[in-house]
């Protein structure tokens, strides 16, 4: 999981990034490999790594989130500290292709609504995508901050499906089926729905929602000194861009805005601080994002009323961080 905790500004280096398989690691020879582009297309197409490297590329910086991240606080505190808490997260410039690119040199076929996209890995981790809700930004790359994937990323093709939980962007990518409507893989039916209280469940439930999470201060550490801090953490939201972060210091009654540090992009972290006085006293470190559409981040009790305990997936709740008098920052 990525040390949130250590890290600054807004990129999360390759070597941090945390990692996620279902099957480990496959061992995959570059020139060998290819990617298929099948289903309802005019033309089906096998392309190489070169192949991927001679079209036109984009390079954009966005978040990556597992849909099973902050999971630990459905049932209250877990009392962990942020890294094992928020740590599936990371925030990488990517470089690679478009698949509306790719999939302009096949011809895709009116009726193609959906993508089913599979990994070469042995869990041959495979989902289904709405075309119409990806087109405009998914892309096939083969870079990321700068150098060509590692393998645990997913070398050396991966989708990136911009503010999609996760698990949709599939590592060490092989095969793209343009069809009609979504193929019910295991990920999208025993995996990856959300249980709600009335016993029905969410499904193909795919932009991560609006969240935030002061990283310093954060549980584990101790506050020494008396006087001022800048309070320091990510925001970032599946849907655009963020629009605002709203900082508490005693649990959330009374709210100020944060300063924007640095850039805000679309479907990106973005960095924000705030300033503060410790006093020696008790305080409960809060913070609260809102992103462009006018969503805002729940309080956990709201969640929780909206959709029980049973979710496991997409938990986007407010983190308390509480000081106690010894400046020891504990998750409670
Ligand atoms: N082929 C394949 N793609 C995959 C996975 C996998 O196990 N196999 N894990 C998914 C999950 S659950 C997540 S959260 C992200 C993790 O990406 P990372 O390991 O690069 O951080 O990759 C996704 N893509
Ligand atoms: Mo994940």
Redesign the pocket.
Known sequence: MTPLADLFGIVTPNGL???????GVPKIDPAQHRVVIHGLVRQPRLFTVDDLLRFPSETRMYF?????NTGSEWNGPSGLPVQFTHG?L?CCEWTGVRLSTLLDEVGVDTSAQWILAE???G???TRSLPLARILDRALIVYAQNGERLRP???YPV?LIVPGF?????????RRIKLVQAPEMTREETSKYTNLLRDGTARQFVFEMDAKSVITRPSAGHRLTTHGYYAISGYAWSGRGRIRRVDVSTDGGMTWHPARINGPVQDRALTRFEADWRWNGGVANLQSRAIDETGYVQPTRAALVAARGVNSQYHYNGIQNWRIEETGEVRNA
């Open positions: 990034v945390y990692e996620r398989h279902h099957a990556l989130e597992c849909s099973g599936l990371s990994g070469a890995d869990a041959a981790m645990e990323n997913g991966r939980e996760g698990n949709t962007n599939i590592k060490w990518l």
